[in-house]
């Protein structure tokens, strides 16, 4: 029987939802010189298919946050995976690329998935909890990135590019199913209009301690996006590394987010957040720090340089669950709107990040230049941190 769920949902549900949002981003990434070439357009249009849709995404959890905070989370999360079913149609039969642009840009409603989530955990449980959910729906995260494009390089060699879209059709009403049957409301007490919502925005606006979960989150995230910005170019020029061979490295700072984020999973009710979070910085900065003095001192070798940021994704693994708890724990009313503010800093971030790394890291700068931006990017997620020790430290104080 067709039932709607009453209940609050399963994990695997949430891991289903969270992975989808990662899919969507990367999964048609090796069909992209041939979508340009099927269109006959440029690369750098049909390269719009990523910038655009961060760009949009971005935006939308702005919006996907208050929504969910008035309406609730399960209409929000249906309705965003009902577009992003209809759009992955309209690319599966788009005949030129402004049609493909366009229902390309609506897929990115499915980012509700992924920043509702984390809403829908700290709804259902207390912050040191609801972290420790984060952590184990992270491990799944981290797997996402590495499936996707494989399996989306194999549909395109074997079916051609649309077979993708045509997967995203199925996968899209799979897990709609999947949420229908099993996700309940947990959004208990909705805010009964705009207008009283809007006037609690500056209670968690003002918040400092939001501020400080949330740009911890966002420059801890940011060492990632330099990462996948410059690290084949200076792969590129240090170690002349196969395009199959950087794959392989490229995934390790993945491989070590799976680690810190079971590390997070599985310490993470016995700590603070701050702990956790400062802990995650201090295990990200030190390993580029030897990074950087393995290159000051000569030793310029594969493993300097991708040993180093390894550490990155561990740290990013223990920090990241408690700061996005910690941010959706300032106003328990308004965690959706909460989620969604932080994950369009951190993707609104990433993507300045990008353009700036893509001028400090150069073939001159190299290693250093790289690892040093990662440092700088992880060092400032370490003082929010601190910061966030701090203002708990005042609270217990004054309590």
């Not at 599966?92 to 992924?114: C, D, H, K, T, Y």
């Not at 925005?201 to 911890?216: E, I, K, N, T, V």
């Not at 020029?237 to 079971?262: E, K």
């Not at 993507?351 to 250093?368: D, F, K, Q, R, Y």
Request: proline residues 3%.
């Amino acid at each position: 029987m067709f039932y709607a769920a009453t209940s609050p949902p399963r994990l695997i549900t949430l891991i289903f939802l969270t992975g989808l949002s990662t899919l969507s981003l990367n999964m048609f990434l090796p069909s992209l010189v041939n979508i340009a070439e099927d269109f006959e357009a440029d690369y750098a249009i049909v390269s719009l298919s990523i910038a655009g849709y961060l760009a949009i995404t971005a935006i939308l959890q702005i919006m996907i946050g208050p929504l969910s905070d008035r309406f609730g989370r399960r209409p929000v999360l249906l309705g965003a995976l009902s577009i992003f079913v209809i759009a992955s149609l309209g690319c599966l039969l788009a005949e030129n690329i402004w049609v493909f642009l366009l229902f390309r840009f609506l897929q990115g409603a499915i980012i509700a998935g992924s920043a509702l989530s984390p809403a829908i955990v700290r709804d259902m449980m207390p912050a040191k909890q609801a972290a420790s959910i984060l952590g184990y729906i992270a491990m799944a995260m981290a797997i996402a990135p590495m499936l996707g494009p494989m399996l989306g390089g194999a549909l395109d060699e074997l079916f051609g590019w649309r077979s993708s879209f045509l997967a995203y059709i199925v996968i899209g009403l799979t897990v709609f199913t999947l949420a229908w049957r099993d996700l309940g409301e947990t959004n208990k007490t909705p805010s009964k209009s705009f207008e009283r919502q809007m006037k609690a925005y500056p209670a968690l606006l003002g918040s400092q301690r939001f501020w400080g979960y949330a740009l911890c989150t966002a420059f801890s995230t940011g060492a990632f996006y330099i990462f996948l910005a410059g690290a084949p170019l200076v792969t590129r020029v240090l170690f002349d590394m196969s395009a199959g061979t950087l794959g392989i490295y490229l995934g390790s700072i993945t491989g070590g987010f799976f680690v810190g984020s079971f590390i997070a999973a599985r310490f993470s009710k016995a700590h603070s957040l701050a702990t956790m979070m400062l802990t995650g910085r201090i295990i990200a900065c030190t390993g580029l720090l030897m990074g950087l003095a393995l290159f000051a001192l000569g030793v310029a070798h594969e493993f300097s340089l991708f040993g180093a940021t390894i550490f990155v994704g561990i740290g990013n693994g223990v920090t990241m669950p408690s700061s996005n708890a910690g941010a959706m724990s300032v106003r328990s009313d308004l965690a959706g709107s909460a989620s969604g503010l932080a994950g369009a800093l951190t993707v609104g971030g990433g993507a300045i990040l990008t353009g700036v790394s893509g001028a400090i890291v150069t073939e001159s700068s190299g290693a250093m230049g790289l690892l040093g931006m990662m440092f700088g990017t992880s060092f400032l997620g370490l003082l929010c941190a601190v910061w966030v020790l701090s203002l708990d430290r005042k609270h217990l104080s004054v309590g």
